[in-house]
């Protein structure tokens, strides 16, 4: 496509739950970023995917976030055992990651997640 | 280390009156430096970018922005506010922090525009 794509756009679980959303990036991207938008907040990074190299999680707010990327493509995160202070709004943005806009990311338009 | 400060959390301007966002930031790096704009549940787009080719950056919808390296700024400005410029407006500094591309958001400031 010609955008990031996320999905679900909006996503309503019980707290407890866990839950996946799912990020596709702008073909030929090789970095991929997962942030979190909290109500009034800026954007907070959470993880970063380059190529093959390991993935930098020092964003990640607890161990019950985890996130994958398969293929060096597709990105899933999952968040496990919700709690209502996840709530929030999860951008995803990938850039080129090579070349003279390797730093320009493209964000997709998130998903909503509310944790009852 | 970087940061970034938006000075304004509100910003209400008349139609066809100038628009300025004001943005400070902080970096240990030669910057990149961007503005994005988010309107009402959408995604983030991005209006320009700065690198280090000119100081005054021409960007989407008719905005620019000016870096000024002894000001640590770089404001966006549009002549003429449209309605359809209301929403938030956030400035971004990205630099390489300890080997990944890392961005910094700024709090972001809400433009209102009023008939």
């Known amino acids: 496509g010609a955008g990031v794509s996320q999905s679900p756009s909006n996503k309503v679980t019980e707290k407890g739950k866990d839950v996946e959303l799912r990020c596709d990036p702008i073909?030929?991207?090789?970095?991929l970023y997962w942030y979190r938008q909290s109500l009034g907040q800026g954007l907070e990074f959470l993880i970063y995917f380059q190529g093959n190299s390991a993935p930098d999680k020092s964003g990640l707010p607890s161990d019950r976030f985890s996130a994958e990327r398969t293929g060096g493509s597709v990105s899933t995160l999952t968040i496990q055992r919700t709690q209502q202070e996840d709530s929030a709004v999860y951008l995803c943005?990938?850039?080129?990651?090579?070349?003279?806009?390797?730093?320009?990311?493209?964000f997709g338009p998130g998903t909503r997640l509310t944790v009852l | 280390a970087q940061s970034v400060t938006q000075l304004d959390s509100h910003v209400s301007v008349s139609e066809g009156t100038p628009v300025l966002l004001r943005c400070n930031y902080s970096s240990s790096y030669s910057p990149s430096l961007f503005w994005y704009v988010q309107h009402p549940n959408k995604g983030l787009q991005l209006l320009l970018k700065y690198t280090s080719a000119a100081t005054l950056v021409k960007g989407i919808n008719g905005f620019e922005a000016e870096f000024k390296k002894s000001e640590t700024s770089f404001h966006l400005t549009k002549p003429s506010a449209h309605m359809s410029d209301a929403a938030e407006y956030f400035c971004?500094?990205?630099?390489?922090?300890?080997?990944?591309?890392?961005?910094?958001f700024g709090s972001g400031t809400r433009l209102q525009v009023q008939p």
């Open positions: 073909s030929g991207h090789t970095a």
């Open positions: 971004v500094v990205s630099a390489m922090d300890t080997g990944r591309r890392a961005l910094t």
């Open positions: 943005a990938s850039s080129p990651g090579v070349g003279p806009s390797t730093d320009t990311q493209y």
